[in-house]
């Protein structure tokens, strides 16, 4: 702090008083002024925002004109009348705990055998974090649509193997349009593999080289060794995976556009909507705290679960 | 730190020879005072050059056609008023109310957009767009071919907020060859539902194709259109403008038999379908399409083959003509746009301007102004004879047009489709679809 003098507050402080509690203040303040862009950024961008949108989700607002206070009665409409609510919530619910678990296993699995020393393996790695890498885009999107299409890849291999005789129409089935989206997601397991590979990295070798002496099998070093040690990476990975799922929006929009009849109108989705095509911004704000709302208790729920399945080394299993 | 370093300079002064700092004082002045001409003559350059480069934002939905089109047309007028650039934005019908949405909210609409008759009521009630009569009046938009009737589609309580586009009206285009294959006649504009369902079973029979994807328009547009046959409108002001659940009923349990029957696509099939472009009559699956009237250019642009119209089928003992003539689209100036002239010059440029009709084409619906219609008439490819033939003789056919929707008409919309789909998936009975829907529409409309 002292090496770098220019940043110190603008005012002079007297010589008297540099030592002691004023020192410590001033040390503070250069943080907050370290920290001033992000807290700008936070301050501006989201805390604002978020006091706003609470404040409309208390009134009418049509986006051309100015809100107007209606008290409760949007949370009213959405608990009373509104079945897309609900929906909506089901089917968010259903793509999370789905979705979310399924692209674990399948990072987890696969970051098992990319840690293995091989050669090799760096490419592997490479070729299996491409399509998180533009998972998450428009255009793949777009190429998922033509993928589930009646006329569409999937289809014709089917029908090629002779699985089915005519194309089924995956994106516009009530039953499977939700699994296309599922799909998707699990295929962009790369970011939660990346992590999960870290975290094998960092298990000391000295515990498999114990287990070996007293003879356990790989499977046993997994359930014992393994996974224990890597729990509070899959802690980590299962709540950023499980918010991401929550917030899922650009997928549903442009593959299903959560047809049909609402079997995959995501809840984000739905907000969108509710805000943006029917102008109903005060009802769509109200949504969108209900949705913090949830993702808060869920998120308290998993921290609480945490201690008794994550393993902390130096915590002695807190 | 200036004030700082004059009272420096000034105690300075004092204590040294006062001539040689009278004589820098003087040069001070010079150098001030020079530098005050020069801020001066650039802010004024400036100022002239904002007047010279106007940048003007001018956004629409359509088609690819369209959009290429458009494009040509604002290089032509750029060209010819060198001192306005215009921004150009585009997209589909869809993406396109968002983003206007978005923009609204952000103050921040185009100066000029194309608008729609479902969302004029909302965008004018909420003082977003600029009274056009006055530009009208004092000649800016020059009116001396456009008759009153092609401009009052835009006018709502005694305000002009879109000058008209063009005509247009619901349409069946069909693919002669189909027909003909078939052995099946080419209706007159006296054919009834009836015969609809005759002519698309024996197109089914013989050719193995599909009549048509859906229902004419869409499926708000057709049991619209049923409903004006029977005698109602949609919407009567904020609620539903029908008592008896039992016309929706039947009109979806006939799209289920139709669907059943392979005269109509299956659902899944349909959904693909998000452009003229991918078309099942354009791609030839299917005997028809059923549009509005100007997308026959577009049709038969991305079909590449001779198409022809039909009217919409009557009904049996009908009370009124189901069809009727609306502005296609309009384009309107958002009140905050800051260049509310150059906005007006642009659309009449694009009004009336024969070289810019010439590429327009009448392809947003056949142009208002008489003067441009006649000079368009020697080059009007067939696709566009059809349209314009078909606006003459569809007069004798039509009734007038129903009041704009009201708030709440896209959520409404999504209703009645949401509904749709759960009767031909089958989890709803038509019956319970009808019931359903009349209590999600009250619903929705009374919250507006």
């Known amino acids: ?318 | 730190m200036e004030v700082v370093i004059s009272e420096e300079f000034r105690f300075d002064c004092g204590s040294l020879n006062n001539q040689i700092f009278g004589e820098v004082f003087r040069l001070k002045r010079t150098i001030l005072v020079v530098l005050l001409v020069c801020m001066l003559v650039s802010s004024f350059s400036l100022v002239a050059l904002a007047q010279e480069k106007i940048v003007l934002r001018v956004s629409w939905w359509g088609s690819q056609g369209r959009h290429d089109r458009t494009l040509a047309v604002i290089e032509l007028f750029e060209q010819k008023y060198p001192h306005i650039t215009i921004e150009p934005e585009f997209a589909g019908w869809d993406n396109y109310w968002e983003r206007i949405a978005a923009q609204a909210a952000g103050r921040n609409l185009p100066d000029v957009f194309q608008q729609d008759m479902q969302y004029l009521d909302l965008y004018s009630s909420r003082n977003m767009l600029a009274d056009l009569q006055p530009y009208v009046a004092s000649g800016a938009i020059d009116t001396t071919y456009i008759s009153e009737a092609e401009l009052s589609g835009g006018r709502l309580n005694g305000k002009l907020y879109g000058i008209n586009l063009g005509s247009n009206a619901l349409v069946g285009i069909y693919d002669p060859e189909i027909f003909a294959k078939a052995g099946v006649e080419v209706p007159g504009p006296e054919w009834t539902w009836d015969d609809y369902i005759e002519i698309g079973k024996t197109i089914k029979e013989k050719t193995g194709l599909y009549w048509a994807t859906q229902f004419p328009g869409n499926f708000f547009h057709a049991f619209h259109h049923v409903l004006r046959q029977n005698g109602y409108q949609f919407y009567d002001g904020p609620k539903l403008g029908y008592d008896d659940d039992k016309l929706l009923a039947d009109f979806l349990a006939l799209e289920l038999e139709l669907i059943e029957q392979g005269i109509f696509a299956p659902y899944a099939l349909r959904e693909e379908v998000s452009s003229v472009e991918d078309d099942l009559l354009v791609k030839g699956q299917a005997a028809t399409a059923w549009a509005w009237s100007n997308q026959i250019v577009a049709m038969s642009a991305a079909a590449n083959r001779p198409l022809g119209l039909i009217t919409l089928p009557k009904a049996k003992d009908q009370v009124k003509e189901g069809l009727y003539i609306k502005p296609s689209m309009f384009f309107s100036v958002a009140e905050t746009s800051p260049h509310k002239e150059a906005a007006v010059l642009f659309i009449d440029f694009f009004t009336n301007d024969i070289e810019a009709n010439k590429i327009l084409f009448a392809e947003r619906g056949v142009p208002i102004s008489s003067k441009v219609r006649e000079a368009l008439a020697p080059d009007l490819t067939e696709a566009q004879i059809l349209m314009f033939d078909y606006l003459n003789l569809i007069g004798d056919h039509t009734s007038p047009i129903d009041p704009p929707e009201p708030a709440g008409h896209p959520e409404v919309n999504r209703a009645l489709d949401d509904i749709d789909s759960m009767v031909l998936h089958g989890v709803i009975s038509p019956e319970e679809g009808a019931k359903r829907f009349r209590q999600e529409a009250t619903r929705i409309l009374r919250s507006m």
């Open chain 1, 1 to 318: 702090m002292e090496k770098n003098p220019s940043l110190a507050p603008a005012k002079p402080v007297p010589r008297k008083l540099r030592k002691g509690k004023k020192f410590k203040n001033r040390n503070n303040l250069a943080g907050y002024i370290f920290i001033s862009p992000w807290l700008v950024g936070f301050l501006m961008f989201t805390i604002i925002p978020m006091l706003w949108s609470l404040y409309l989700s208390f009134t009418k607002y049509d986006i051309l004109s100015s809100p107007r206070w209606v008290g409760l009665m949007n949370y009213e409409t959405m608990f009373k009348y509104d079945y897309l609510f609900p929906q909506s919530l089901k089917v968010t619910f259903q793509y999370a705990f789905t979705a979310v678990p399924l692209r674990l296993l399948f990072a987890l699995i696969l970051a098992l055998l990319l840690s293995q020393k091989r050669r090799g393996v760096g490419l592997y790695r490479t070729l299996f974090y491409v399509p998180s890498v533009f998972g998450g885009s428009i255009a793949v999107a777009v190429m998922w649509r033509q993928l589930f299409g009646v006329n569409g890849a999937l289809n014709s291999i089917l029908m090629a193997l002779g699985v089915i005789e005519e194309g089924i129409g995956w994106l516009t089935g009530p039953n499977t349009a939700i699994w296309t989206l599922v799909a998707l997601a699990v295929w962009q397991f790369g970011s939660p593999m990346l992590i999960f590979l870290a975290g094998l990295k960092q298990i000391s070798f000295s515990l498999y080289e114990a287990a070996m002496i007293d003879g356990a099998s790989s499977w046993q070093k997994l359930i014992y060794i393994t996974l224990p040690m890597l729990s509070p990476i899959i802690f980590f990975n299962f709540l950023v995976q499980m918010i991401n799922g929550f917030m899922m929006f650009t997928q549903a929009l442009i593959i299903t556009n959560g047809g049909p009849f609402n079997r995959t109108l995501m809840y984000v989705l739905y907000i969108y909507r509710k805000g943006f095509t029917d102008y109903s911004m005060g009802y769509a704000s109200a949504l969108a705290w209900i949705m913090l709302v949830i993702i808060g208790i869920l998120t308290a729920i998993i921290f609480k679960t945490s201690s008794y399945w994550v393993f902390y080394e130096t915590g002695e299993g807190k």
